[in-house]
């Protein structure tokens, strides 16, 4: 099966701003990018990791200005062209994923496999079937559903923690400090942050 | 196995303030629960509900206005006395479960079975070790992963959205409509919700 990693590699992660400079979003960019990597190599598949500029990767990284939709939309039509064919997109901001979350991903046999993302996107699909296509705008997840649906295709759903993880704002960096031990992980202690607990849910904070 | 299925049916839900008056924050709790339930029991299992006030149910609850560690930890003291026991805590706040993800957290054999929240906290765990203790506060599942190594309990934990999705504050009630058509679902849209779908993540508005 093909497996692709699409990355925002130009202006990464801008919703990380009030945390880290670009650099920083830049160097975080590539760490959870290696944990994703090392997730999908340790499952036995080989990334192909395409970014929209370049980026410091353990793999071959193939860069492609386009936005995500149409990339990933020319991956399918190329791709998944009858029967046989398979494509399985694994976004690059998915630090917690492990081998045995991508093995869950790939596991299922039906036309579409969806893995929600936290806040309504879709964080990871495996397509068998000739004419799906995505759309990541607004809540992707269910016009994927949809859309699945309506060609015809039978849909399943990955339940995992760690495919839904996507790391887009500073609340979500506990997550990373709580269930990694990976790169991005390292990052983040490295670069001073750490888990704070309040009343609620544990926050992080940035103490260098 | 025991299963129980705590409550805080007092003030529950406080965080829900800002779109929630107190008669619906309470509503709100019975509707999640009867998700909870309707789960537990299609996957097989008879859930204890144990609230700190009086609650409506579809099954029987009973009534302890103790905390939530002594209530839990004296659950564990008079359930797990040897290695036949087994006791299964699954909170109340968690509509997006399913007969799957129970089944999930009940089918791994390790002594102890955490599955974590999201934000640090421990939404559901078994126990077949009779000397693991809970502590909820702060963030309880590393709290919970420590205790578990120190007792010498074989320590697994359960890779599921559904399981970690706790609904806490606003932000929290999108998955709910994305991801559920159950009972508590259904509520919000009764009571005016919508999904609104912006630059990132979707979020909820009300309109009534």
Redesign the interface.
């Known amino acids: 099966m093909r497996l692709a990693v699409p990355v925002s590699g130009s202006t990464p992660k801008t ?1 990380l701003a009030s945390v880290l400079s670009p650099d920083e979003r830049r160097d975080f960019t590539e760490a959870m990018l290696a944990d994703v990597v090392d997730a999908v190599t340790s499952a036995g598949h080989e990334p192909e990791v395409i970014s929209t500029a370049p980026l410091d990767c353990a793999v071959p990284v193939t860069v492609d200005d386009r936005g995500l939709d149409p990339l990933v939309n020319d991956l399918l039509a190329s791709t998944v062209t009858d029967d046989e064919g398979a494509l399985a997109v694994v976004m690059a901001d998915l630090p917690l994923v ?1 081998r ?2 991508i093995e ?1 991903l790939l596991a299922p046999e039906a036309d579409v496999v969806l893995a ?1 993302g ?4 879709t964080n990871a699909f495996v397509c068998r079937h000739p004419e799906f296509r995505v759309d990541y ?3 992707s ?2 016009d994927h559903r949809e859309t699945a649906r309506d060609v015809g295709a039978s849909v399943t759903e990955v ?6 993880t996507d790391i ?2 500073p609340d979500d960096l ?2 990373v400090l ?2 990694s031990d990976g790169a991005a992980a390292d990052w983040l202690k490295q670069s001073g942050f750490e ?1 704070t ?1 309040t009343g ?3 926050d992080v904070e940035r103490f260098r």
């Not at 936290?118 to 996107?121: A, D, E, F, R």
């Open positions: 919703r492990t045995e979350s869950r929600p936290l806040g309504g996107g705008h607004g809540a997840i269910r339940d995992s923690r760690r495919l839904a887009d704002e506990a997550e709580l269930h888990l607990a609620g849910r544990v």
